[in-house]
């Protein structure tokens, strides 16, 4: 499984922007897509999750009420809505994919990773 991440960019704080990743390869194998974050000098950590089949959503407590995940099973697309972003929440975005689903929080469940989009948040 192949990911490729895209939409970030620079957004004053308060605004919107929206995340997108492109599954390919054997993407028959995904069961859950999720988004995690690195903020410079930080841990990644988890954002968002949602079941490819079923469409079930988590989301990290940072996360709730402002993102919303979101996927398309016939362009393969897994998307993350933010608004009323802050400064703390620029980061390197991360989607990632896994073939099961145990809590949906840890990386480790993850096997297959995009590239990052780089999300600047200016205050």
């Known amino acids: 499984v192949q990911l490729q991440a895209s939409g970030g960019g620079l957004v004053q704080a308060g605004g919107s922007l929206r995340l997108s990743c492109i599954a390919s390869g054997r993407t028959f194998s995904i069961y859950v897509l999720g988004w995690f974050r690195q903020a410079p000098g930080k841990e990644r950590e988890f954002v968002a999750a949602i079941t490819w089949s079923g469409g079930s959503t988590l989301y990290a407590d940072s996360a709730k009420g402002r993102f919303t995940i979101s996927r398309d099973n016939a362009k393969n697309t897994v998307s993350l809505e933010m608004s009323s972003l802050k400064s703390e929440d620029t980061a390197v975005y991360y989607c990632?994919?896994?073939?099961?689903?145990?809590?949906?929080?840890?990386?480790?469940?993850?096997?297959?990773w995009g590239q990052g989009t780089l999300v600047t948040v200016s205050s």
């Open positions: 990632a994919a896994g073939n099961y689903y145990y809590t949906g929080r840890r990386e480790d469940e993850y096997a297959y």
